[in-house]
């Protein structure tokens, strides 16, 4: 069974820094993409950023260097680094998984069969 949690959300005020955590069981970060995407309530589901199973990164455009992505294959976790947060990053922010090994990147939410339950976080003005 695959799962994947996400923790590291919280309430944080502007310009603040948070690191999430997709811990992924039952399915190797090292071998498949990995991507966070973010819902604000009322919008659409996000991309914010990816990584392959070779270390490419991918970012939404709206990330303009503020966050980082990366992952550690001995832990089997994705991290999210991210930096100078803003009101309008508020969002629940989801970790997911492509299920196709030694496949690319992806930046649609389609692309991905594994999600996590989702993290909140708030970013106060």
Not at 5 to 13: A, F, K, R
Not at 106 to 111: I, K, N, Q
């Amino acid at each position: 069974q695959v799962q994947l949690v996400e923790t590291g959300g919280g309430l944080v005020q502007t310009g603040a820094s948070l690191t999430l955590s997709c811990a992924v069981s039952g399915h190797s970060v090292n071998g498949n993409a990995v991507a966070w995407f973010r819902q604000a309530p009322g919008k659409e589901r996000a991309f914010v950023a990816g990584i392959s199973y070779i270390g490419q990164t991918l970012y939404g455009d709206f990330v303009k260097g503020r966050f980082t992505i990366n992952k550690d294959n001995a832990k089997n976790t994705a991290y999210l680094q991210m930096n100078s947060l803003k009101p309008e990053d508020t969002a629940v922010y989801y970790c997911a998984a492509n299920n196709n090994i030694w496949g690319p990147l992806y930046r649609g939410a389609t692309e991905y069969g594994y999600w996590g339950q989702g993290t909140q976080v708030t970013v106060s003005s």
